[in-house]
């Protein structure tokens, strides 16, 4: 029974990640050229949030976890962020 569940949740959690791919893809933001760089903004933005940043989307942080509070920001385009060029 706890194998089923923790399949559910992988199957949620994955359908979550695929959405918030297609929305980025779909706005054709020129910054979020990749499903990397989502990922990276969104663990950066996700150890924020643990640390005790507030979110900046309406969701109740006590029923979301960081990760999925992230990346609903950065689905949202509230999150900010600055490519470097490393010389």
Known sequence: ???SAA???GNKMSKVYEETLANV???N???MDSKYRLIIVAAKRSKQLQRGAHPRVDIDPQKHKPTRIALEEVQQGKIGFEILDQE
């Open 1 to 3: 029974m706890k194998e």
């Open 29 to 31: 933001n020129p910054e």
């Open 25 to 27: 893809e779909e706005k």
């Open 7 to 9: 399949v559910e949740v």
